[in-house]
C-alpha cells in the first residue's frame, strides 16, 4: 500500500496485471479514502481458456433476455472501462454511503490520458499475470467480442 504523503491520489498501470486482483487492491484503496486512477485497462488480463472467458462473458452480457420492454432493460457493460468498474463496484459494500462515496474516486481509462502523462504508475506484484499457470486473455479482447468498437 502506498505511504500517506501530500495528496491521496494514485495511479495504477493494469496492463499485464490481473482484473481481479487489481481491482481488489483497488477497492480497499477506494475504502481507505484515496482516489485512484488506473490506466492501460484494455491491456488487463482475465485468467483461464481465452475460449471459455470469452463465451461467459457473452453469456452474462449478451444472452440475458427479458419479455418486458427492451427500454427498460439493464444495461451490460461491453468498454474495458465498464468492465473494469463493474469489478470494482462488486467488490466495494453498495447499501451504504461509504461504498458509493468511493466508487465516485474511481477514474478508469483506456490507454494512458494527456493529464496523467508523465506521472509515476505504480504496479502490483503480487497482481502480475506472468504468475498464471495457465493462459487468460486481455480485457480489451473480450470487450471487442462484446461489440465495444474503441481502440482498434
Do not use: C
Amino acid at each position: 500500500m502506498p505511504s500517506a504523503q501530500g495528496k491521496r491520489e494514485i495511479v495504477v498501470d493494469a496492463s499485464g496485471q490481473v482484473m481481479g486482483r487489481v481491482a481488489s487492491i483497488v477497492a480497499k484503496l477506494l475504502l481507505l479514502g484515496w482516489k485512484v486512477h488506473v490506466i492501460n485497462v484494455e491491456k488487463a488480463v482475465l485468467s483461464g481458456d481465452p475460449v471459455m472467458v470469452v463465451q461467459s462473458y457473452k453469456r452474462t452480457v449478451l444472452g440475458v433476455r427479458s419479455h418486458y420492454s427492451h427500454k427498460w432493460r439493464p444495461k451490460r457493460p461491453r468498454s474495458p472501462q465498464r468492465l473494469f468498474k463493474a469489478a470494482v463496484k462488486g467488490m466495494l459494500p453498495k447499501h451504504n454511503t461509504r461504498g458509493r462515496e468511493a466508487l465516485k474516486r474511481l477514474r478508469v481509462y483506456v490507454g494512458v490520458p494527456r493529464e496523467l502523462k508523465g506521472a509515476e504508475a505504480i504496479r502490483f506484484p503480487e497482481a502480475d499475470a506472468s504468475r498464471l499457470s495457465r493462459g487468460g486473455v486481455e480485457l480489451g479482447r473480450v470487450a471487442r467480442e462484446l461489440g465495444w468498437r474503441g481502440g482498434e
